[in-house]
T-cell receptor
Framework: GAVVSQHPSRVICKSGTSVKIECRSL??????MFWYRQFPKQSLMLMAT?????????EQGVEKDKFLINHASLTLSTLTVTSAHPEDSSFYIC?????????????FGPGTRLTVL | EDQVTQSPEALRLQEGESSSLNCSYT??????LFWYRQDPGKGPEFLFT???AGEEKEKERLKATLTKKESFLHITAPKPEDSATYLC????????????FGQGTTLQVKP
């Protein structure tokens, strides 16, 4: 149980293009999903908190117009990196917290490796 | 400010050599302390949640314990497949669902 998928697992794009990453909770509903970024040999950096049916909450320093987040259903959140540049190359990981007051755990997806040329 | 510090940063063990990883934390109103395992190029895999001091949880060769200031992840007779980065995170009452992560401990178990 508590499986989270991400698609694509890897993406290579040219500078200036936009890339969409999907995050799905496969066997549970998630009112809250989280998007992280991870650089080599570093820990996870939270980018934003995504709540179903409402606007995402972005962490300080994260450009909301560059990293568009949509959480249209209880099982799907998307992250769109707009006008990507080489400095956006990173490992992006989503997590989902099961709906219900008793749940505090977050379950993570396998991650998406973005390379911007 | 909620904070998590993990030590050591890296740990090398021989197969069968038991050891412990430390996670020290300061948090306003602990709602949970979490241990995750992360393999290179993959997302973190959930291991344990601990809620209150004195609580212990076990899974195969891993045992997690919790005090009011720190948590330990004990690894008994590790195997090479236990090699990974182990992440500790806390959830406090001051953050809306946000986990505060430590920097992780990278464990290498040699055969």
């Amino acid at each position: 149980g508590a499986v989270v998928s991400q698609h694509p697992s890897r993406v290579i794009c040219k500078s200036g293009t936009s890339v969409k990453i999907e995050c799905r909770s496969l066997d549970f509903q998630a009112t809250t999903m989280f998007w992280y970024r991870q650089f080599p040999k570093q820990s996870l950096m939270l980018m934003a908190t995504s709540n179903e049916g409402s606007k995402a909450t972005y962490e300080q320093g994260v450009e909301k117009d560059k990293f568009l987040i949509n959480h249209a259903s209880l099982t799907l959140s998307t992250l769109t990196v707009t006008s990507a540049h080489p400095e956006d190359s990173s490992f992006y990981i989503c997590s989902a917290r099961p709906a219900g007051l008793s749940y505090n755990e977050q379950f993570f997806g396998p991650g998406t490796r973005l390379t911007v040329l | 400010e909620d904070q998590v510090t993990q030590s050591p940063e890296a740990l090398r063990l021989q197969e069968g050599e038991s050891s412990s990883l430390n996670c020290s934390y300061t948090v306003s109103g602990l709602r949970g302390l979490f241990w995750y395992r992360q393999d290179p190029g993959k997302g973190p895999e959930f291991l344990f949640t601990l809620y209150s001091a004195g609580e212990e949880k076990e899974k195969e060769r891993l045992k997690a314990t919790l005090t009011k200031k720190e948590s330990f992840l004990h690894i008994t007779a590790p195997k090479p497949e236990d090699s990974a980065t182990y992440l500790c995170a806390v959830l406090g009452s001051s953050n809306t669902g946000k986990l505060i992560f430590g920097q992780g401990t990278t464990l290498q178990v040699k055969p």
